[in-house]
């Protein structure tokens, strides 16, 4: 069974400041997907990751992709209030469609 | 663009109710999943389709069942609902290779 960990679980941001979250997976795959939710909301697609050493960027967001490690990075450069929420990756291994999620990391920034 | 539409937004209903919650895509994709959210807390896959007349449970054991007459609709319905279904259901198309999941905006349902 694919496990997805997220960590940190919660974190709480300095504006200003940069920041990691880090999803670790346990089987084969090269398909990898981070999405935002905002409070009460739906999941919304940041970045697709569809091999090893991709990097995606958007504003202040970056996110990269080692397969031979199982890992993913979302990197946030000077976090501003506008980015607190919670961010899931998402793994799909590679003999199937389904995905399996990590369990969110809840991100609230303040001033 | 697949849109997506689930209704109801939000519902209220009393233990041991029949209540379809339903979801219908435009572009005819034929991958949709049912995923549960508890709120704050991770996803989990319910129900899965790959096309007309085939469907799957997910990973998350459920008392509701689903169908897919339609391509267009993969509606999900809990014969008797009870509080420990208050949740929310997500629903989600998958648009073909290289694309994420695009996610309906949910339905927010409370069993009283």
């Known amino acids: 069974e694919l496990k997805v960990e997220q960590n940190p679980l919660f974190l709480s941001m300095q504006e200003g400041k940069n920041y990691t979250i880090y999803c670790n997976y346990s089987?084969?795959?090269?398909?990898l997907y981070w999405y935002r939710q905002d409070p009460g909301k739906s999941l919304e697609s940041l970045f697709v990751l569809l091999s090893n050493g991709a990097v995606k960027q958007e504003g202040r967001l970056m996110a990269s992709l080692d397969t031979k490690a199982r890992l993913s990075t979302l990197h946030i450069t000077a976090a501003v209030h506008d980015l607190s929420a919670t961010y899931f990756c998402?793994?799909?291994?590679?003999?199937?469609?389904?995905?399996?999620f990590g369990a969110g990391t809840t991100v609230t920034v303040r001033a | 663009e697949a849109d997506i539409y689930q209704t109801p937004r939000y519902l209220v209903i009393g233990t041991g109710k029949k209540i379809t919650l339903e979801c219908s895509q435009t572009m005819g994709h034929d991958k949709m999943y049912w995923y549960q959210q508890d709120p704050g807390m991770e996803l989990h896959l319910i129900h899965y389709s790959y096309g007309v007349n085939s469907t799957e449970k997910g990973d998350l054991s459920s008392e509701s069942t689903v169908s897919r007459i339609r391509t267009e609709h993969f509606p999900l319905t809990l014969e008797s609902a009870r509080p420990s279904h208050t949740s929310q259901y997500l629903c989600a198309v998958d648009r073909g290779y290289n694309s994420p999941l695009h996610f309906g905006n949910g339905t927010r349902l409370t069993v009283t």
């Open positions: 089987t084969t795959s090269d398909r």
């Open positions: 998402a793994v799909e291994p590679m003999d199937d469609y389904k995905l399996s």
